[in-house]
């Protein structure tokens, strides 16, 4: 199983970026990626991991934290096992590592924001946004 980000860069204050996240292996085998839980968490330096976005298999809705709702955007390709992630009018403070995340395809909602709810994690990547 793997899940491997990339897409991050260094960008100025204002600027745009997307980040994309490949899912191969058994577990995303057939229906297995439809049906999962994509997210996408970041862990500033010196900070915790934090949520940033998620969006639930087969048509369940989109989540995002308040701090990038309205600038975020998650979205998925199940053909090609893909989630991706568009940050506009980025922030200096938005810097920070960015990990992708799956689950099973069992998390409820009120739990979609937890880090325990996700089984599979990606290395990261890196998003510096300059001021």
């Known amino acids: 199983v793997q899940l491997q980000a990339s897409g991050g860069g260094l960008v100025q204050s204002g600027g745009s970026l997307m980040l994309s996240c490949t899912a191969s292996?058994?577990?995303?085998?057939?229906?297995?990626?439809?049906?999962?839980?994509m997210a996408w968490f970041r862990q500033a330096p010196g900070k915790e991991r934090e949520f940033v976005a998620a969006?639930?298999?087969?048509?369940?809705?989109?989540f995002y934290a308040d701090s990038v709702l309205g600038r975020f955007t998650i979205s998925r390709d199940n053909a090609k096992n893909m989630v991706y992630l568009q940050m506009n009018s980025l922030k200096p403070q938005d810097t920070a590592v960015y990990f992708c995340?799956?689950?099973?395809?069992?998390?409820?909602?009120?739990?979609?924001?937890?880090?325990?709810?996700?089984?599979?994690w990606g290395q990261g990547t890196l998003v510096t946004v300059s001021s």
């Open positions: 995340a799956s689950d099973r395809g069992r998390t409820i909602n009120t739990a979609i924001r937890l880090m325990a709810s996700y089984d599979y």
């Open positions: 292996g058994r577990a995303f085998t057939g229906r297995a990626f439809s049906t999962s839980t």
């Open positions: 969006i639930k298999g087969r048509g369940g809705g989109t």
